[in-house]
């Protein structure tokens, strides 16, 4: 039996569906953006981050099929940028706290 698609006339357009797809690229660049002002603040990564949203930031760049970067490319995304800057942040914070054993049992 052949299997047979049948259009549905109140698909959205392709325009339209890029229209939605801008729309929450940028609304996730300003969520980003936004942690990112807060964390070099001087905010706790912790408390800004949403890991729930931002895990919705990474399975929106895989299911766009963004895999890498091209070093090649001369142009980044936004996207990309605030993604960067937060995970560099996070890096330096971590750098900074100290993770020694006599800290734990320190008397106090």
Same mark, same amino acid.
């Given at each position: 039996?052949?299997?047979?698609?049948? /259009?549905?006339? $109140?698909?959205? %357009?392709?325009?339209?569906?890029?229209?939605?797809?801008?729309?929450? %690229?940028?609304?996730?660049?300003?969520?980003?953006? !936004?942690?990112?002002?807060? =964390?070099?603040? /001087?905010?706790?990564?912790?408390?800004?981050?949403?890991?729930?949203?931002?895990? $919705?930031?990474?399975?929106?760049?895989?299911?766009?099929? =963004?895999?890498?970067?091209?070093?090649?490319?001369? %142009? $980044?995304?936004?996207? /990309?940028?605030?993604?960067?800057?937060?995970?560099?942040?996070?890096?330096?914070?971590?750098?900074?706290?100290?993770?020694?054993?006599?800290?734990? !049992?320190?008397? /106090?």
């Amino acid at each position: 039996m052949a299997l047979l698609s049948k /259009g549905n006339k $109140n698909s959205a %357009t392709e325009d339209e569906v890029g229209l939605l797809h801008a729309l929450v %690229t940028k609304i996730f660049a300003k969520k980003l953006g !936004y942690w990112m002002k807060l =964390i070099e603040e /001087g905010g706790d990564p912790d408390l800004i981050v949403d890991m729930k949203q931002l895990n $919705n930031v990474i399975k929106f760049i895989g299911d766009n099929g =963004i895999v890498c970067q091209d070093p090649a490319a001369s %142009t $980044n995304s936004e996207l /990309g940028a605030n993604i960067r800057d937060i995970k560099a942040a996070q890096e330096a914070r971590l750098k900074s706290v100290s993770f020694r054993e006599e800290d734990d !049992y320190a008397e /106090g």
